[in-house]
């Protein structure tokens, strides 16, 4: 199921983006002159899930959504499925792509078993959007939310049917080694959620396998570092070396040796003396 919370959030923003677009819509065509319309200049209606029926309109309004402006509001309603994951794919800030997630979970209850199936793998491929053609840290709070919304609205209904296995198993390890941590807390967010995840055995056994892998590879930095740190920190005297074990002395141990030496000498000829 998804959060409630959030996405009624979401819808109100849109509603109220909505009315001001409504609003200054009604304003122009109350200041442009009325003239009679003919039925060349009627557009063809448009039924949702197919695309437009009139020449070039899937063009505008894709241009629309990737735009914004007070165009955007009748380009979300007239987008069928596939023009909305268009223009996810093609980019936008993120509190576009925000309504643009929201339009398309408001339709979930609307599609078939295998649309909802196409729609959900679509999403997946695309990693849930998490990306969305900017760099790292532009908006990452955002579209981790409208990740945790596609994966609640599409992904989740969908692999509850049994639906995309191996692409689960391929996403859900690739969201959590992605982008700089956002990928991580979509993931996060799932687990802790009171629902099924969905995942799968084969998802969650990839996702272990990589955390272990990663685990491995921090302890053996850690190991490196602590033995880089022994070898810096190890008594000059003391280290193993290519003098095959030199002791280096001190001067006063060095004064020492030869005062010793000069003793051990005179004893000798002491001793050599007194033979004689």
């Keep these: 199921m998804v959060d409630e919370a959030m996405l009624e959030e979401a819808l109100l923003k849109d509603k109220a983006a909505d009315q001001a677009a409504d609003t200054a819509a009604d304003k122009t065509d109350q200041a442009r002159p009325a003239t009679p319309a003919t039925p060349a200049a009627l557009p063809a209606?448009?039924?949702?899930?197919h695309l437009p029926a009139v020449a070039g309109g899937a063009r505008r309004l894709r241009e629309a959504?990737?735009?914004?402006?007070?165009?955007?509001?009748?380009?979300?309603?007239?987008?069928?499925?596939?023009?909305?994951?268009s223009a996810l794919d093609d980019g936008m800030p993120a509190d576009r792509a925000t309504?643009?997630?929201?339009?398309?979970?408001?339709?979930?209850?609307?599609?078939?078993?295998?649309?909802?199936?196409a729609v959900c793998e679509k999403v997946l491929l695309a990693r849930l959007y998490l990306d969305a053609g900017e760099q790292p840290g532009a908006d990452d709070r955002l579209r981790a939310r409208n990740a945790l919304m596609l994966y609640d609205g599409l992904v989740r209904p969908?692999?509850?049917r049994g639906g995309t296995p191996e692409l689960l198993a391929c996403v859900?390890?690739?969201?959590?080694?992605?982008?700089?941590?956002?990928?991580?807390?979509?993931?996060?967010?799932?687990v802790d959620s009171r629902q099924p995840t969905g995942f799968g055995e084969r998802a969650w056994k990839e996702l272990f396998t990589g955390a272990a892998e990663e685990c491995r590879e921090h302890e053996a930095a850690a190991v490196?570092?602590?033995r880089r740190g022994a070898r810096r920190w190890w008594p000059r005297s003391r280290r193993p070396g290519r003098d095959g074990g030199r002791?280096?002395?001190?001067p006063g141990q060095l004064w020492v040796a030869v005062l010793l030496g000069l003793i051990s000498v005179a004893l000798v000829l002491i001793v050599v003396l007194a033979a004689r």
């Design 99 to 117: 309504r643009v997630v929201v339009e398309l979970v408001r339709r979930a209850p609307e599609r078939g078993p295998e649309l909802a199936d």
């Design 65 to 85: 959504l990737r735009q914004g402006g007070e165009a955007f509001p009748a380009a979300l309603r007239e987008a069928d499925d596939g023009l909305l994951l």
């Design 158 to 160: 969908c692999a509850r």
């Design 45 to 49: 209606p448009v039924a949702r899930g």
């Design 224 to 226: 490196t570092a602590a």
């Design 172 to 190: 859900v390890p690739a969201l959590w080694a992605a982008r700089g941590g956002a990928g991580r807390e979509v993931v996060r967010r799932i």
């Design 247 to 250: 002791i280096d002395l001190q």
